[in-house]
């Protein structure tokens, strides 16, 4: 595709609701990458993927977050039984492969837990 | 620990005034630093910096690496409302695939 591409654009669920959220990259893009950026903070990593594997999940606040990657492509990251402190913007980033720094981000998914 | 600190958090400023964003850093194995703009949506890429002293130029907007002092600014002349946005900082560590980002500086263009 033309750019990263996140959906939902907006989630809005109930506490101690599973979420799954979907980051499309870009195409031949091997390396993905998740943040999670909270209100008036920086972008905080969350993990990793080079392929379909994960080398570095060192981000994922608690096991509640799981992500992974299929065909090379499509990722989704799950939370389940979210929390009020899961509300967060998350971002997806892709970029050619993991030695090039660059990444490219798609327009988030904004979570809100009530 | 890793640490990417912009300043000022934020600034408001007049049509046509030129604005001088800050960005120091502490972290092992430096590689490269990124400059991205953050409007309503999706951070865009603006530079990348590897060396020091070479300053990096698109249109209105330069910015130049200090390694020995750690640290880099983003400059922006004769700014323009279109320049609104958050300005994000961030770092690539050699043997890390993810960018350490700092708070950002939020800018502000009045007419």
């Known amino acids: 595709g033309a750019g990263v591409s996140q959906s939902p654009s907006n989630k809005v669920t109930e506490k101690g609701k599973d979420v799954e959220l979907r980051c499309d990259p870009i195409?031949?893009?091997?390396?993905l990458y998740w943040y999670r950026q909270r209100l008036g903070q920086g972008l905080e990593f969350l993990i990793y993927?080079?392929?379909?594997?994960?080398?570095?999940k060192s981000g994922l606040p608690s096991d509640r977050f799981s992500a992974e990657r299929t065909g090379e492509s499509v990722s989704t990251l799950t939370i389940q039984r979210t929390q009020q402190e899961d509300s967060a913007v998350y971002l997806c980033a892709s970029s050619l492969s993991w030695t090039n720094p660059i990444q490219y981000f798609g327009a988030g998914t904004r979570l809100s837990v009530l | 620990e890793d640490k990417v600190v912009q300043s000022p958090l934020s600034l408001v400023v007049h049509e046509g005034d030129t604005v001088t964003l800050n960005c120091s850093y502490e972290?092992?194995?430096?590689?490269?630093l990124l400059w991205y703009k953050q409007e309503k949506k999706a951070p865009t890429f603006l530079f990348m910096l590897?060396?020091?002293?070479i300053e990096k130029k698109s249109g209105r907007l330069s910015s130049i690496l200090d390694k020995k002092e750690l640290f880099s600014i983003l400059n922006i002349t004769a700014t323009q409302t279109g320049d609104s946005a958050v300005y994000l900082c961030a770092v690539a560590q050699g043997g890390s695939e993810k960018l350490v980002f700092g708070k950002g500086t939020k800018l502000t263009v009045n007419p």
């Open positions: 993927f080079q392929g379909n594997s994960a080398p570095d």
């Open positions: 195409s031949g893009h091997t390396a």
């Open positions: 972290v092992t194995n430096f590689r490269s």
């Open positions: 590897t060396s020091s002293g």
